[in-house]
């Protein structure tokens, strides 16, 4: 995108905020994800007030700025389109399971008005049909409500970067100061911002003194930034005379010249980015729409084949079409949607516990599907607080202890030297403990001051103790403050020793710098005369330090002789009046953004678990490499192509990239690179870390891992990670540290900001996946005994076995805790030990599950029923011969003498009384061979004896389903209401046999899969 602007010209591809009635041109998202191309930091101060027409001493005019601001509109991100809350309700209503449950109500009330038209006597009109297709209609109402209810919490990514936007800003106009509305700020406004202020527009600096930004939101670095007047990069985030719309000032002052405005800026590319980018379906709802288009098919299949065995059998063709949706319906299972929503929500709500909040309940599988992590690194991988890592002194290195408890290890203290040097840290040093923090652990408390600075009081304060005691015994009488030009901080000290007048001169900064300032060096307390050896010394310590990615700072001290300095002496930070030279120097102290304890672990489960973690950071590539190599992101012993060239000492090109399984790319690579190289990158290398991406880059790598069929989880914390966070598959941010906008643009959100919890949830997904599976397995072997009656009422005219209000206690009442209860079950014990599944191969349901629950345990258990209902029957006096093509007597209202086996005669009302009393038995059978069909969908592949029996809802839902039924078959009165009658006591043993086969064969065909893995019967029967 060109970076030129004219008086005249408008970019053809900038969308703007016009206050006239003009159309907007449309963004183009391709032109957003490349990286910004600008020259307004490399041109001329004269050239740039040239180009936007502007004065850097007197601004623009009152009428220059209204012009400009007509042409481009406020200084204001522009709100992308929202879906209205009606429209989210009605996708919730009507999307994915609900679509199927919708059609079987219509059907239902299809089928009722075609018996209300046919039939003339309306005595024998039915309202089952009526009553089903309302049922099926408040199921999902109900659960269209929960589910709009527990993800109304609509995505406010805009109103989160409106957040960001300032609401005054100082402006010279007409030669004046004046402080105008943020929003009225247009290009060629020269801008004055100070400490605190956040900057109102993208601006070039033209004049600035000890200016630091925090670009933490746009590039991930937890350092402040100084600001200077020279174009010190190409690209236009690096360079040091820009400031960035919505950063903050946290040092100094600056003037600068407005460049970009609103949605031009670099953040508002971003903004744009992020709201325009569409979420795209996840897993489950994919699995779901797979789901309904296999039961569909099943129950579409029955149906036409039932219709032209009817019209076969000589029915009336609208009989036979009622038939037809009779076993349609039939086949739609109406509890499952609320048992997948409640099984979600228990997962997410477990997950929460675990500091997972899932805003998204969809999301909760998603992470059980991930395949890769882009993780980002400060905040999640590392503690977000920088820590001194390692001192130089007496020519050894010394680790500190880094642990976020202060359980490691830690050097010897007791020289003389590091008394020395943690007094120069302590001293030449501006940053401050807040009060009233005296019960937090120190490297938890909270500090005045930059991080590097605060490290190390952190680290005096670890080691010595009474930081602010020994600051007020060593009264601080001049001080030059550090500055990009001298990269040195100088202050001088009264001493604590009374007996001592002399002041004392501490300084740190470059060790570089220092080290040319220095004539001497301590070693063991004593000072000795700086020779090559020494320098040589230092230079392989500075150069190991580095190499670990750390930042590494130096420092010197001197006791200014008394005859020169005596006590009271006038110091002068302006014009310099004390010695910067021949000093005497003291040591190196290193300092980074360590690893959290629990992420090395969390990183070898991933790969365990077959899940590729690549590292995707805004930090330098050093210290990415160092803290992937800590974490175990590039794993001990592989090497980049930059160590093998090393080991060899052969040129960079010789080696052959893809022998080399670890790589750290520059993000300046990452803008030259195709999509294809890009695809071999991730292809080719197992352990990647990316390293100096703007935030572009970052969306591009994950569309790059999507583009090779993985499911991509990615973390972050900032505004420059939220494009990428709202294109992964699911988008992970932190709940402390991440910025309101990344938490909007994410599905889930660490509420401890560690990378292990991801891991936590990463197990909770796969789980709940698997415990879904053996919900829909359990409750879609109960179809089959379901909908076998109907079909032989149909076929062979038998009286009805189940009626359709019973059916509805099934599947809404008996089914639906023992189903929900699944998601309590514990991990068969390898769920973290296998690879992710393959979303087109491990299907949620696939024909293997089909199978298993229709045509095997199903077909057992409609064995069950039928048993049941023909000795029910036979008790009575109908054999099973004299019941076939019965019907059309038995339903008959005016036939009163109907014969049994026996010759006896039945009126209609006690005909219809033992058909109901058979519904009852029938009805049982299901629940009492549900039973086994409950234990045995615990597990897989484990054998119950294995899995245990220690789910407590599990037991609670067999019981539940007992007492219901119970309840059901003898509560007075039901009979009238619910045409279910009370059994005689030995028939609810009928179905008992049944359910144990059910049990010992499933056990039987588990123990096959076991011994056998991979053979017929795994390839067969293993869902």
Partial sequence: MSARYTVNEQEPDVQVLVPKKEKKPKRNMDDLKKE??????????????????????????????????????????????????????????????????????????????????????????SADYLYLGFVLVAVVVLTGIFQYYQESKSSKIMDSFKNMVPAQAIVIRDGEKCQILAEKIVIGDVVIVKGGDKIPADLRIYSCQNMKVDNSSLTGEAEPQSRGIECT?????????????????????????????????????????????????????????????????????????????????GYRWILAVVYLIGIIVANVPEGLLATVTVCLTLTAKRMARKNCLVKNLEAVETLGSTSTICSDKTGTLTQNRMTVA?????????????????????????????????????????????????????????????????????????????????????????????????????????????????????????????????????????????TQEWKDDFESAYMEL????????????????????PPGFQFDSEDVNFPLENLTFVGLMSMIDPPRAAVPDAVGKCRSAGIKVIMVTGDHPITAKAIAKGVGIISEGNETVEDMANRLNI???????????????????????????????????TEIVFARTSPQQKLIIVEGCQRLGAIVAVTGDGVNDSPALKQADIGVAMGISGSDVSKQAADMILLDDNFASIVTGVEEGRLIFDNLKKSIAYTLTS????????????????????????????DLGTDMLPAISLAYEQAESDIMKRQPRDPMKDRLVNERLISLAYGQIGMLQALAGFFSYFVVMMHNGFLPLRLINIRADWDDRS??????????????????????????????????????????????????????????????????????????????????????????????????????????????RRLIIRRYPGGWVEQETYY
């Fill in 36 to 125: 910004l191309a600008l020259d307004e930091h490399k041109i001329s101060l004269e050239e740039l007030c040239e180009r936007v027409k502007t004065d850097p001493v007197n601004g623009l005019t009152s009428s220059q700025a209204a012009e400009f601001l007509e042409r481009d509109g406020p200084n204001a991100l522009t709100p992308p389109k929202t879906t209205p809350e009606w429209i989210k309700f009605c996708k919730n209503l009507f999307g994915g399971f609900s679509t199927l449950l919708w059609t079987g109500a219509i059907l239902c009330f299809i089928a009722y008005g075609i018996d209300a038209a046919t039939i003339k006597n309306r005595e024998n009109l």
């Fill in 783 to 810: 179809n089959i005994p379901e909908i076998t009656p109907f079909l032989l009422f149909i076929m062979i005219g038998i009286p009805l076995p189940l009626g359709t209000v019973t059916i509805l206690f099934i």
């Fill in 546 to 565: 580095g190499g670990l990615g750390e930042r590494v700072l130096g420092f010197c001290h001197e006791y200014l002789p008394v005859d020169q300095f």
């Fill in 390 to 530: 390692h001192m130089w002194f007496d020519n050894q290195i010394v680790e500190a202890d880094t642990t976020e408890d202060q359980s490691g290890e830690c050097g010897d203290m007791k020289s003389e030297t590091w008394v020395a040097l943690s007094r120069i840290a302590l001293l030449c040093n501006r940053a401050s403990f807040l009060q009233g923090q005296e019960n937090v652990p120190i490297l938890k408390r909270e500090t005045a001051g930059d991080a590097s600075e605060s490290a190390l009081l952190k680290c005096v304060e670890l080691s010595l103790g009474d930081v602010e005691g020994r600051r007020l015994k060593n009264t601080k009488v001049a001080e030059i403050p550090f500055n990009s030009t001298n990269k040195y901080q100088v202050s001088i000290h009264e001493t604590e020793d009374p007996n001592d007048k002399r002041y004392l001169l501490v300084m740190k900064g470059a060790p570089e710098r220092i080290l040319d300032r220095c004539n001497r060096i301590m070693n063991k307390g004593a000072a000795e005369t700086m």
């Fill in 895 to 1004: 036939l009163n003498n109907v014969l049994d086996s026996y010759g006896q005669e039945w009126t209609y009302e006690s005909r219809k009384a033992l058909e109901y009393t058979t519904n009852t038995a029938f009805f049982l059978s299901i629940v009492i061979v549900q039973w086994a069909d409950l234990i045995i969908s615990k597990t897989r592949r484990l054998s119950i004896l294995q899995q245990g029996m220690r789910n407590k809802v599990l037991i609670i839902g067999l019981f539940e389903e007992t007492i219901l039924a119970t309840f059901l078959a003898f509560c007075p009165e039901l009979d009238v209401a619910l045409k279910m009658y009370p059994l005689e006591w030995p028939w609810w043993f009928l179905p008992m046999p049944f359910a144990l086969i059910i049990f010992f064969y499933d056990e039987i």
């Fill in 233 to 313: 990069h190409e690209n236009p985030v690096e360079t040091k005379n820009i400031a960035f719309f919505s950063t903050n000032c946290v040092e100094g002052s600056g003037q600068g010249i407005v460049i970009k405005c609103g949605d031009n800026t670099v953040m508002g590319r971003i903004a744009t980015l992020a709201s325009g980018l569409s979420s795209g379906e996840t897993p489950i709802a994919r699995e779901i729409a797979h789901f309904i288009h296999i039961i569909t098919g099943v129950a579409v299949f029955l149906g036409v084949l039932f219709l032209i065995i009817s019209l076969a059998l």
């Fill in 651 to 685: 040129p960079l090109s010789e080696i052959n990239p893809r022998d080399a399984k670890a790589c750290v790319i520059h993000g300046s690579k990452l803008t030259d690179i195709t999509n294809e190289q890009l695809d071999d990158i991730l292809k080719n290398h």
